[in-house]
């Protein structure tokens, strides 16, 4: 391998192991995700389809990189292309729930 190769293929290395690693990091406690899973049923899922399935037109959550929770935040709480901000209606709390909810609970 050249160098380049070499270092190529060992920052992608790392870089999945970030990924990978902040996804193991994430310990919720079981009634966090439940109320993420509440808040996403009555907020969320008209959308994101319910228990994030079959989304409509809506991104597919259960691909949300889990290094991402700052995106996660800010998308919620400021709104992204079609989706409404919700940073008037939910504490950080909530959106926090929905956070543990969306990256723990259904996936395909």
């Not at 919720?28 to 389809?49: D, V, Y």
């Not at 729930?97 to 395909?108: D, I, Q, R």
């Amino acid at each position: 391998m050249t160098g380049l190769t070499t270092g190529i293929s060992l920052a992608a290395a790392i870089a999945l192991w970030g990924v990978t690693a902040a996804a193991q990091d994430q310990n919720f406690p079981p009634q966090q995700i439940a109320a993420g899973a509440e808040i996403f049923a009555r907020n969320c899922s008209p959308c994101h389809g319910p228990r994030m399935q079959d989304p409509e037109s809506a991104f597919d959550l259960r691909k949300f990189p889990p290094g991402e929770h700052d995106r996660f935040v800010r998308s919620v709480t400021n709104g992204k292309n079609q989706m409404p901000a919700w940073g008037d209606l939910l504490k950080g709390d909530d959106i926090e729930a929905l956070w543990a909810y969306v990256t723990t609970g259904e996936k395909k």
